[in-house]
């Protein structure tokens, strides 16, 4: 138990200072870019540290002026640096210039950093190759932007210094074969191990930068693909949205009668009774319970039929509401069939044809519980079409004219127990 918290607080102070997609909307660009900036400028910090440690112990250890001098300018340097970073990625989150200035400061800081230390060390034969070691570490840091033409130029750049330094500084060719002409220095000096050294220095960098490259590019595109794609899902959303709320909003204010919550209250409450007699199981009993009244919680999908542009709901939260939407649109396509079915046989125009289209709507046992008990409440309440039923007309209707509707050991076991019902219409 507490090594799963150690490990949970870890990763998530790890998500904090290095993750790129903590809580951030990655087809938001400046927003990505800017939480880029955030984690690199973390990397960075960690770096100077290490830098610094580095320069205090090489300090302390030779004793030399020189390097107390490199340590001492080192830090008010990465700290001023550090200032104008932070300014700028913190000033305007939203402004994608400064963001932009931003990484390319940072870029550029990686890149200089990491020449400096190898230009100050390549003498040491302790630290030369750590040294060198941290030019291809610049390379991978900048590399997390993702950026093919970013880390390009970096490579490339880098590619030049390392030249430039390699033949000035590491082996001192341009001491060496002074005044020598270009052709006699080409034949020299391919001949030598310092030609080797650099030739395979510079064969594994570029191996090593198209691979990077190469990495960055298939990065960058799955991120844009990704990205592409959130857009269009977010299009489709919202367009899904718009058309679910234009639907429910003719949905429901056309049936405004069908939300009267006594009505339906009573009508859950026979059909549970009727459920149970039948020989329903309990979790089909409550389903029925639950579902003839869902229509009542039109409240709960608000958001679908009137949608905050300002607050939009989250993907999972809409597809509930889209699942409770759809089984209230069900809902109230039952109901409406009970109406229906009271209209056409108190109007005496409850034809074959029409007998047969009603029966086609949702015709499941469950369904058909619910519209026996709401067409026996409607038949005796009072309605703006029919005043109220006594209860021996609506019982003789069911047996003459709605029996058609339903299936016989249902209505049998209703008319059985028609007391009961009458009862409980009664008593409500």
């Given at each position: 138990?507490?090594?799963?918290?150690?490990?949970?607080?870890?990763?998530?102070?790890?998500?904090?200072?290095?993750?790129?997609?903590?809580?951030?909307?990655?087809?938001?660009?400046?927003?990505?870019?800017?939480?880029?900036?955030?984690?690199?400028?973390?990397?960075?910090?960690?770096?100077?540290?290490?830098?610094?440690?580095?320069?205090?112990?090489?300090?302390?250890?030779?004793?030399?002026?020189?390097?107390?001098?490199?340590?001492?300018?080192?830090?008010?340097?990465?700290?001023?640096?550090?200032?104008?970073?932070?300014?700028?990625?913190?000033?305007?989150?939203?402004?994608?210039?400064?963001?932009?200035?931003?990484?390319?400061?940072?870029?550029?800081?990686?890149?200089?950093?990491s020449?400096?230390?190898?230009a100050?060390?390549?003498?040491?034969?302790?630290?030369?190759?750590?040294?060198?070691?941290?030019?291809?570490?610049?390379?991978?840091?900048?590399?997390?932007?993702?950026?093919?033409?970013?880390?390009?130029?970096?490579?490339?750049?880098?590619?030049?210094?390392?030249?430039?330094?390699?033949?000035?500084?590491?082996?001192?060719?341009?001491?060496?074969?002074?005044?020598?002409?270009?052709?006699?220095?080409?034949?020299?000096?391919?001949?030598?191990?310092?030609?080797?050294?650099?030739?395979?220095?510079?064969?594994?960098?570029?191996?090593?930068?198209?691979?990077?490259y190469?990495?960055?590019?298939?990065?960058?595109?799955?991120?844009?693909?990704?990205?592409?794609?959130?857009?269009?899902?977010?299009?489709?959303?919202?367009?899904?949205?718009?058309?679910?709320?234009?639907?429910?909003?003719?949905?429901?204010?056309?049936?405004?009668?069908?939300?009267?919550?006594?009505?339906?209250?009573?009508?859950?409450?026979m059909?549970?009774?009727?459920?149970?007699?039948?020989?329903l199981?309990?979790e089909?009993?409550?389903?029925?319970?639950?579902?003839?009244?869902?229509?009542?919680?039109?409240?709960?999908?608000?958001?679908?039929?009137?949608?905050?542009?300002?607050?939009?709901?989250?993907?999972?939260?809409?597809?509930?509401?889209?699942?409770?939407?759809?089984?209230?649109?069900?809902?109230?396509?039952?109901?409406?069939?009970?109406?229906?079915?009271?209209?056409?046989?108190?109007?005496?125009?409850?034809?074959?044809?029409?007998?047969?289209?009603?029966?086609?709507?949702?015709?499941?046992?469950?369904?058909?519980?619910?519209?026996?008990?709401?067409?026996?409440?409607?038949?005796?309440?009072?309605?703006?079409?029919?005043?109220?039923?006594?209860?021996?007309?609506?019982?003789?209707l069911?047996?003459?004219?709605?029996?058609?509707?339903?299936?016989?050991?249902?209505?049998?076991?209703?008319?059985k127990?028609?007391?009961?019902?009458?009862?409980?219409?009664?008593?409500?």
């Amino acid at each position: 138990m507490k090594k799963g918290k150690i490990k949970k607080a870890t990763k998530g102070l790890f998500n904090r200072f290095f993750g790129f997609e903590n809580g951030i909307d990655i087809t938001d660009e400046v927003k990505v870019l800017h939480r880029r900036n955030v984690v690199i400028k973390n990397i960075v910090f960690v770096s100077n540290m290490f830098y610094s440690l580095i320069l205090f112990i090489i300090a302390a250890t030779t004793q030399k002026p020189s390097d107390w001098l490199f340590t001492a300018l080192f830090f008010p340097f990465t700290f001023f640096l550090n200032a104008v970073i932070k300014r700028l990625l913190y000033g305007d989150t939203h402004d994608k210039t400064k963001q932009e200035v931003g990484m390319y400061l940072l870029a550029i800081y990686m890149f200089i950093s990491s020449l400096l230390f190898y230009a100050r060390f390549y003498e040491n034969s302790v630290l030369e190759t750590a040294a060198y070691i941290l030019i291809y570490y610049a390379v991978v840091v900048i590399s997390l932007y993702t950026s093919r033409k970013l880390t390009l130029w970096s490579t490339f750049g880098m590619l030049v210094s390392m030249t430039i330094i390699h033949f000035t500084w590491t082996y001192r060719i341009s001491d060496t074969y002074r005044g020598m002409p270009i052709d006699e220095f080409f034949n020299v000096f391919t001949k030598t191990n310092e030609f080797a050294d650099i030739l395979l220095r510079t064969t594994i960098f570029i191996i090593f930068s198209m691979v990077v490259y190469a990495i960055v590019s298939i990065g960058q595109y799955l991120q844009d693909e990704r990205r592409n794609e959130l857009i269009k899902r977010r299009e489709l959303q919202k367009d899904f949205t718009t058309i679910t709320s234009d639907l429910f909003k003719v949905l429901l204010s056309s049936k405004s009668s069908f939300l009267d919550r006594q009505h339906f209250r009573l009508v859950s409450l026979m059909s549970a009774k009727l459920a149970s007699l039948y020989g329903l199981t309990d979790e089909d009993i409550e389903y029925i319970k639950e579902y003839s009244q869902i229509h009542l919680r039109v409240n709960e999908i608000e958001d679908l039929v009137y949608p905050d542009k300002d607050n939009e709901p989250e993907f999972n939260v809409l597809k509930e509401k889209t699942v409770l939407g759809n089984q209230i649109a069900k809902r109230l396509q039952l109901a409406q069939k009970t109406e229906d079915i009271a209209r056409a046989h108190i109007e005496g125009v409850a034809t074959e044809e029409f007998i047969f289209e009603m029966k086609k709507i949702q015709p499941d046992i469950h369904s058909q519980i619910i519209l026996l008990c709401d067409l026996y409440v409607t038949m005796r309440s009072s309605k703006s079409y029919k005043r109220p039923y006594a209860n021996s007309v609506v019982i003789d209707l069911f047996k003459d004219q709605f029996n058609n509707y339903f299936e016989y050991p249902l209505l049998d076991r209703f008319l059985k127990f028609r007391q009961d019902f009458e009862t409980m219409y009664n008593d409500f």
